[in-house]
């Protein structure tokens, strides 16, 4: 698992540093599939190249949000024709359980349409939302306006703590000389964050299986 989540780590940083707003836009779209790529590692290393100069704050939180809307077109539509029944047989294949998607189908019973911009504010709920709003047909263009607006401030923060600690990491030679390399620390930080993340997504599936 440890080598898997280093590659994935370094596929991450080399798709972001390669596209730049491209790459964080095909990133975040990919996490709105409902495919387990967290956006607590995708957008704060984002930040980190705001930092240096190379992205802007404001777009990257911008491409961020886009990708979002992408990503959420095809959880949208797997929701909407496939239903339920579609999303537990397949959702598996993803690190997609029932949790989840109990907690997003009651989430959307409770707020409606607002649960998309409410939802995208929060972890887990935010990346299978769009599931319950295609089961309920949601209006598509209320369902991207309000995805982008939801989106969008979490990828700002995201991105702003990223930008903020590259800018502690050069600017304090003293931590910078403690680091050595800054993209050892990048994949770390990716590596253990990616490991909770998929730890807790397969103990959820193997938790409702047992019961």
């Given at each position: ?6 590659h ?10 390669a596209?730049?707003?491209?790459g ?6 990919i ?23 190379r ?15 992408l990503g ?10 496939g ?6 047989r397949?959702?598996q294949?993803?690190?997609?359980g029932?949790?989840?998607l109990?907690?997003?189908e ?6 409606g349409?607002l ?6 504010l ?7 939302i769009?599931?319950?709003?295609g089961?309920a ?25 990223g ?11 003293q931590?910078k ?13 990716i590596?253990?964050l ?18």
């Amino acid at each position: 698992m440890h080598d898997i989540l280093g590659h994935v780590a370094t596929w991450i940083i080399s798709v972001i540093s390669a596209l730049g707003y491209g790459g964080v836009a095909l990133l975040m779209a990919i996490e709105s599939a409902c495919i387990p790529l967290p956006s607590e590692v995708i957008m704060p290393f984002a930040g980190y190249l705001a930092s240096t100069g190379r992205l802007d704050l404001i777009g990257v939180a911008t491409a961020g949000a886009i990708g979002c809307n992408l990503g959420s077109i095809p959880a949208y539509y797997a929701g909407q024709y496939g239903g339920r029944a579609f999303i537990l047989r397949w959702g598996q294949w993803v690190l997609l359980g029932p949790e989840e998607l109990d907690k997003a189908e009651a989430f959307f019973a409770r707020f409606g349409g607002l649960a998309v911009l409410i939802g995208r504010l929060l972890p887990v709920i935010r990346s299978v939302i769009a599931v319950p709003a295609g089961m309920a047909r949601m209006n598509q263009t209320r369902f991207h306006i309000y995805t982008f607006v939801g989106s969008w401030p979490w990828c700002f923060v995201l991105a702003l703590i990223g930008k903020h600690l590259g800018q502690a990491w050069n600017n304090d030679p003293q931590l910078k000389a403690v680091m050595h390399q800054l993209d050892l620390v990048v994949v770390a930080a990716i590596v253990i964050l990616g490991a909770f993340y998929v730890w807790h997504r397969v103990r959820a599936i193997r938790r409702t299986r047992s019961s």
